[in-house]
């Protein structure tokens, strides 16, 4: 059973809050939530080992985590959505366990209601639109159909970093204050922070994954770009499940036609990293 589960890691803010579950007798709450995250990533992990995805690890934290994969938005959108939804999905499944346990008298009837509880919060935390929990993903599949996989990328990071603070404000001035949320939404803050200083390597991680074909090609889009654009420029266009032939004037003022893989080839094999298209074709 071991061998089939990924690299389970845990975070250090899961490792705090148990800590500070001992020492303020709360144990039994941590423990329940700490299952309720499990079984919520082992359907994240199912669905994407029946997919064939690489999986590096399951970061386990707080109210949620993270599998970690290797890849890197060059699956089809319908396979992210699938994977997305596999976590949230199970919280259905944990329902109808506890309120099976319920009818049957299994459990404590103040353990059940709290799981209950736990379960639900969980649910709902996971499904805000923030990267990364399962609502923030899912809106970032979104965008990446509806928009250059380079701009959703920066979408969602700046929204995300926005929504952190709008919410910590607001729960700050209108609700009672709760050092939990407060605790969470700065670590969001800071998870998304850190990501947004690694999105050009986030980025980069796609082009290679189109340059060595591992990309969904639902449509050809062509497009029609100026010659005095960089390679990096023409890029930040590219749209996911879509190939893309790239149109442009020469110095001469002639129309060439370049597929995006000489593009591409000219990037990571060649290295013209800030030379123009008139000039590399």
Known sequence: ???????????????????????????????????????????HYGMAKLYGWRIKRVMLWVFGGVMETEEHGNRPVKEEILVTLAGPIQHLFIFLCLFCMMKINALPGPVIEKALFYNKTILFFNLLTIWPLDGGKLFFILLSRLL????????????????????MIGHFFFYPFTLTFAFLMVFLFFENRVEWKRRFYIFLRFLMGRYQGKHVVQKLEPLYLVGDLTLMEVFSRFKREKKHQI???????????IDETDCLHAYFQEKRYREQLKEIF
Request: charged content about 15%.
């Open 247 to 257: 149109i442009f004037r020469d110095r001469s003022d002639n129309l060439k036609r």
């Open 148 to 167: 250059p996989f380079r701009k959703a990328l920066d979408f969602i990071f700046i929204f995300s970093l926005l929504s952190c603070a709008v919410l």
């Open 1 to 43: 059973m071991a061998s089939k589960l990924p690299p389970i890691h845990i975070h250090p803010v899961l490792l705090l809050f148990v800590i500070i579950s001992i020492l303020t007798g709360t144990f039994m709450e941590m423990m329940i939530i700490f299952t309720i995250v499990f079984i919520h990533e082992m359907g």
